[in-house]
Each structure stands twice: as C-alpha cells, then as structure tokens.
Nanobody, 115 residues
C-alpha cells in the first residue's frame, strides 16, 4: 500500500484547508483509514479515523472543526479542516491498516497556521 498526502500549506488562523491522501496498491474500500499529526517536539497523535462503514471519530481538540471522509471509488481519504488554530500546526500523516493488520504511512504534509 502506498499513501501520498497533499493539500498542506500555510494558512491564517480561522482559515481552512483540505488534505487528501491518495492510496494505491491495496484494497482501499476494506481498510480502516486515519489521519495523524505530529507537532515539533511532540508525539504523533491520532486526529481522526474512519472505518469501512464510514463511521468516524475524532480527537476532542478537533471535534466540530475537522471532518474526515473517504471516496472508495477514487481511493482517496480527505480531511477537511476549518477554523484552524495555531495549535493545529503539525505534519499530518495518512494511515491505513490492511487486511493483514499491517499499518501503512504516507510521507506527511506540513500544515502551518500562522498570521
């Protein structure tokens, strides 16, 4: 499974970004997917996940602001991020778990929220 993130960048506080993660080499529709992030000097943390039934859950700090979704036909995972805050600044990683229980990671995309 190969995962390639895109859509990061520099945005002002209160702004929005949409991250994308293109998947290839696996059976996307049957893999649970997630977004993680890692800020400088901090551990990588789970931001949001979506299972094969499209049920979702979020870490408390992004609830009501971020939305995770998936397009199984296009094999793309999304993260819509609204009302961004400086504390959202991090490298965002796409993650999937394949049918063998192996976790796969993308290379990450930088999100910087600053005025």
């Amino acid at each position: 499974v190969q995962l390639v993130e895109s859509g990061g960048g520099l945005v002002q506080p209160g702004g929005s970004l949409r991250l994308s993660c293109a998947s290839s080499g696996g059976v996307f529709a049957i893999n649970p997917m997630a977004w993680y992030r890692q800020a400088p000097g901090k551990q990588r943390e789970l931001v949001a996940r979506i299972d094969v039934s499209k049920a979702t859950n979020y870490t408390d700090s992004v609830k009501g602001r971020f939305t995770i979704s998936r397009d199984n036909a296009k094999e793309i995972l999304y993260l819509q991020m609204n009302s961004l805050k400086p504390e959202d600044t991090a490298v965002y990683y796409c993650n999937s778990r394949d049918i063998f229980g192996v976790y796969h990671w993308g290379q990450g995309t930088q999100v910087t929220v600053s005025s």
